[in-house]
């Protein structure tokens, strides 16, 4: 597996906002092709317009990192994910992003993201790197996160066709950099029980889909 390093968090992005701690988000999936321009679209604006109708920071967090993978054009399927021990189906999102300084890679940031519901009543986002674990949750009532150690399995695959981008489409509180190149890269993933709020979550081991993003910051 590739290093999980080190990368800034966009505005609103809650999870692992301290310091150069690394957040990870992931998608589980049943198939590596990506969905529709229409779906990716639907879901993006959606959820842009219910992180804005919100005052819950943790869930308007995780909306907007959802948004921004699906605008730069990450497949959207199904995974198992678990609330104190009870496995349930949700829609999921993944995607690897690095940041190269120069063309050198200097942090990356994967991300798993799940959801119930065309109105997302309950989103979970794993993320993992540098040892860091984050559990971001933005459910109605129970909204948080966890951020601790821990030694999450991510195996990366080889990487696949380029991403279709719909980064022209993107609202404006959606941040999302244009990436140097992107592709579609499957993974093997397994994230342990964390607690936010005393309900637990976690993500049994099973096979992703998602992306690879690659950004580049010049140097100063």
């Not at 301290?18 to 959820?47: K, Q, Y």
Request: aromatic share 4%.
């Amino acid at each position: 597996m590739r290093p999980l390093l080190v990368r800034r968090l966009p505005r609103r992005r809650v999870i692992g906002a301290i310091g150069a701690a690394i957040v990870v988000a992931a998608c589980s999936s049943d198939a590596v092709s990506g969905p529709s321009t229409d779906r990716n679209l639907t879901l993006m604006l959606r959820f842009d317009s219910m992180a804005n109708e919100t005052n819950d920071d943790a869930r308007a967090g995780a909306l907007l990192q959802i948004a921004q993978m699906l605008a730069e054009g990450a497949p959207v399927a199904t995974g198992a994910t678990e609330t104190n021990g009870s496995t349930q189906r949700m829609n999921m999102i993944a995607e690897l992003e690095v940041t190269d300084f120069n063309g050198v890679p200097g942090d990356s940031e994967y991300t798993v993201a799940a959801w119930d519901g065309d109105r997302a009543r309950q989103i979970v986002v794993f993320s993992v790197g540098s040892n860091v674990v984050g559990v971001l949750v933005g459910t109605a009532g129970i909204s948080g996160e966890f951020i601790g150690t821990g030694s999450p399995t991510v195996t990366l695959g080889a990487l696949g066709a380029s991403c279709t981008s719909f980064l022209a489409y993107t609202p404006i509180d959606v941040e999302a950099p244009l990436p140097v190149r992107c592709d579609l890269e499957p993974a093997s993933v397994a994230f342990g029980a964390d607690t936010v709020h005393q309900v637990t979550y976690a993500l049994p081991a099973q096979s992703v889909a998602g992306i690879r993003v690659e950004v580049n910051i010049p140097a100063p």
